[in-house]
């Protein structure tokens, strides 16, 4: 079964709109951390945010902001004002105490174009 | 700090011959991971390595993939023969582990294969 589902394969924005892209894991353990990683079309992946299950404290980081939910099993990212700059493919991933917290299982992905 | 680098950066090669993809992590840190990225499987895990140690290499397709790593500065990852299917974006990583960053990976910018 898929651990990290990221079911908005592509999405367009145009400049200065606010955008959300969705991530929906799957676990059984307790304790397990959440990320988000940024691949510019450079091509290397960049981690943007970790979250561990206990701490369900939204956050923004400028732009940036992150909502989890463990209700949903939801861990969604919102950019506002999307810029340019933000184009790029977005991955959601996951990694479980149980599995080794090092271990990521990264979702499939959402490539983001704001379009100027 | 220089970053993880990665070497080749494109390597073409036809079916049969042997590839061999280097990596060097951050200085300092304990974990590097070989991923391998497609377009029909996205990121896969296939080997991670704790102070040089091989800790879960469930993740590698078979037999014809290897990886070492002989010292804290260096790793490898050989396919010998190679088949097209092989052809994908191979990524390296590292993280200061559990003290440092749990779950931070400091990604290379990845060695593109093509095999004919």
Request: overall charge negative; some cysteine; glycine content about 8%.
């Amino acid at each position: 079964a898929q651990k990290v589902t990221q079911a908005q394969t592509e999405i367009s924005v145009v400049e200065k709109e606010d955008v959300t892209l969705d991530c929906v894991y799957e676990t059984r353990d307790t304790t397990y951390y959440l990320f988000w990683y940024k691949q510019p079309p450079s091509g290397e992946l960049v981690f943007l945010i970790r979250r561990n299950s206990f701490d369900e404290q939204n956050e923004i980081s400028g732009r940036y902001s992150w909502n989890f939910q463990k209700s949903t099993s939801s861990f969604n990212f919102t950019i506002t004002a999307s810029q340019v700059v933000d184009s790029a493919v977005y991955f959601c991933a996951l990694s479980e105490e149980g599995t080794g917290a090092n271990n990521l299982f990264f979702g499939t992905g959402t490539r983001l174009t704001v379009i100027p | 700090d220089a970053g993880v680098i990665q070497s080749p950066r494109h390597e073409v090669t036809e079916m049969g011959q042997e590839v061999t993809l280097r990596c060097k992590p951050i200085s300092g840190h304990d974990y590097l991971f070989w991923y391998r990225q497609t377009m029909m499987r996205g990121l896969e895990l296939l080997i991670y390595f704790n102070n040089n140690v091989p800790i879960d290499d469930s993740g590698m397709p078979e037999d014809r993939f290897s990886a070492k790593m002989p010292n804290a500065s260096f790793s490898t990852l050989k396919i010998q023969p190679s088949e097209p299917r092989d052809s994908a974006v191979y990524f390296c990583a590292s993280s200061p582990g559990l003290a440092g960053g749990l779950g931070e990976l400091f990604f290379g910018e990845g060695s593109r294969l093509t095999v004919l």
